[in-house]
């Protein structure tokens, strides 16, 4: 089936500095590449929707600033946490829809982020 | 304000009994349901799925139901083995299967051997 591969599965890194994220759908082409965030025993919230040659639209209350989005091929999302801060610490996932009957969308395995 | 909620945070069944986990939503406009499995530090993996259309579906030990007018689904999983202790995310979507999803917060389910 469709899989989404994300990585890193982990990172620690300083207050200060830049974490790129990159999910790469193999076997399909992923248009759209949603992104989520995860806080410990909260939902999954989506965070922005990237789509392959145009600008990603965020939800209200994310920074377009502070988390950037590049979609710029059809099978390559990422996400760049820049000047990172211990609050960004979270559990960040991306998902892809698929056009695979019943499963519809397809989730990356995760990263979590660490700044310390 | 949380569109999607699932008011119990865990669950616990013994092995071979059925789980119910529930999930109620507030926005109408919902027209298809998921429900996700998720292993600490690892991505959800999908269940089950339910259109509007539909009040049920059911795959193997896993079924869905859904009452609109309640605007409350349920998942059940008969018989619940260990193994499917997991967090179990509930989740919605406006306009089809491939337009964004609202998650609920999950309910961790054990299921005791």
């Known amino acids: 089936g469709a899989v989404v591969s994300q990585h890193p599965s982990r990172v620690i890194c300083k207050s200060g500095t830049s974490v790129k994220i990159e999910c790469r759908s193999l076997d399909f082409q992923a248009t759209t590449m949603f992104w989520y965030r995860q806080f410990p025993k909260q939902s999954l919230m989506l965070m922005a929707t990237?789509?392959?040659?145009?600008?990603?639209?965020?939800e209200q209350g994310v920074e377009k600033d502070k988390f950037l989005i590049n979609h710029a091929s059809l099978t390559l999302s990422t996400l760049t946490v820049t000047s990172a801060h211990p609050e960004d610490s979270s559990f960040y996932i991306c998902?892809?829809?698929?056009?695979?009957?019943?499963?519809?969308?397809?989730f990356g395995s995760g990263t979590r982020l660490t700044v310390v | 304000d949380q569109q999607v909620k699932q008011n119990s945070p865990s669950l616990s069944v013994q092995e071979g009994r059925i789980s119910i986990l529930n999930c109620d939503y507030t926005n109408s406009m919902f027209d298809y349901f998921l429900w996700y499995k998720k292993y600490p530090a690892e991505g959800p993996t999908f269940l089950i799925s339910?259109?509007?259309?539909?009040d049920k579906n059911e795959d193997g030990r896993f079924t869905v139901f859904l009452n609109k007018s309640a605007k409350h689904l349920s998942l059940h999983i008969v018989p619940s083995q260990p193994g499917d202790s997991a967090v179990y995310f509930c989740?919605?979507?406006?306009?089809?299967?491939?337009?964004?999803?609202?998650f609920g917060k999950g309910t961790l389910l054990t299921v005791n051997p």
């Open positions: 339910i259109s509007s259309i539909k």
């Open positions: 990237s789509n392959e040659g145009s600008k990603a639209t965020y």
């Open positions: 998902s892809a829809p698929t056009r695979e009957g019943r499963y519809g969308y397809t």
């Open positions: 989740a919605a979507s406006v306009g089809g299967s491939n337009y964004k999803l609202t």
